[in-house]
């Protein structure tokens, strides 16, 4: 049996298809884990959410991902871009709004000693404290909102700040405030991960910027820009070998 996580799908279709045939998956033993971004920006987000539904994959909720819990929930009340409109008017909508709402935040697998998250985890934080933040935000998932002001842990806006950590962070401020604004690497910021300091390791996706590189190997990006005409990867938790497919978005 393996375990697969599986970078930024963003819904290329052909992609994952084909990065499922090339490590053999086998749904009667292996298992599937998405770190987020399962949809939105690609040609085929209906087949790709179909297809990870029937395969019992498990997904750590990205920000694009929570996008379409709140279109799904209160389809009149986003002005973000998207084309999601291939599930929004799906017959299957509400049980792919009842199947995302079933997902988690973050996943910790204790046989690995890794824990899966989109965008990061917060260097302030052990794992008791994200493993406990995870649970709250779930909880109030399906009317959550992105809260761009919610950028540090001093913000009363707590599950806004718990939200932005998991689903969109990437560089920090000297005092450890989210800078949700930059995604190059930038002298004067600093990457969550050069400060994370925890003994279990972190697979993530988000930042295809860093074209699943990292300086900490604790910690493991593995979101390398399919939706941008790069790569879909995904990595073996076993033996941390990594396996990939060229895009083919046009």
């Not at 493993?131 to 779930?138: I, N, Q, R, S």
């Not at 842990?153 to 800078?179: G, P, Q």
């Not at 690497?185 to 990292?214: A, N």
Request: hydrophobic share 35%.
């Amino acid at each position: 049996m393996s375990t697969y996580v599986i970078g930024d799908i963003h819904g290329c279709y052909n992609e994952l298809i084909l990065l499922i045939k090339k490590i053999n998956f086998n749904p009667n033993k292996d298992k599937i884990i998405c770190a987020g971004d399962i949809v939105n920006k690609g040609y085929n987000n209906l087949d790709c959410i179909l297809y990870l539904m029937d395969i019992d994959a498990k997904v750590t909720l990205g920000n694009h991902d929570l996008l379409l819990l709140q279109l799904l929930n209160s389809p009149n009340k986003s002005t973000l871009k998207h084309n999601l409109h291939d599930i929004l008017n799906h017959e299957k909508a509400e049980k792919i709004n009842q199947w995302l709402i079933n997902q988690e935040l973050v996943i910790y697998l204790d046989e690995f000693d890794t824990t899966i998250v989109h965008a990061g985890i917060h260097p302030s934080w052990t794992k008791r404290d994200y493993l406990e933040y995870a649970a709250l935000v779930k909880q109030n998932i399906s009317t959550i909102k992105f809260n761009k002001n919610a950028i540090s842990k001093k913000t009363s806006n707590k599950i806004d700040f718990y939200t932005n950590c998991f689903t969109r962070m990437r560089l920090l401020e000297d005092n450890l405030d989210l800078d949700l604004e930059n995604i190059k690497l930038d002298t004067k910021l600093t990457p969550w991960f050069e400060l994370y300091k925890q003994k279990e390791t972190i697979v993530f996706g988000h930042w295809s910027f860093l074209r699943g590189k990292t300086t900490n190997k604790k910690t493991i990006n593995i979101d390398t820009g399919c939706v941008y005409n790069d790569k879909l990867t995904c990595i073996r938790l076993e033996d941390l070998k990594k396996f990939y497919v060229e895009s083919h978005s046009s």
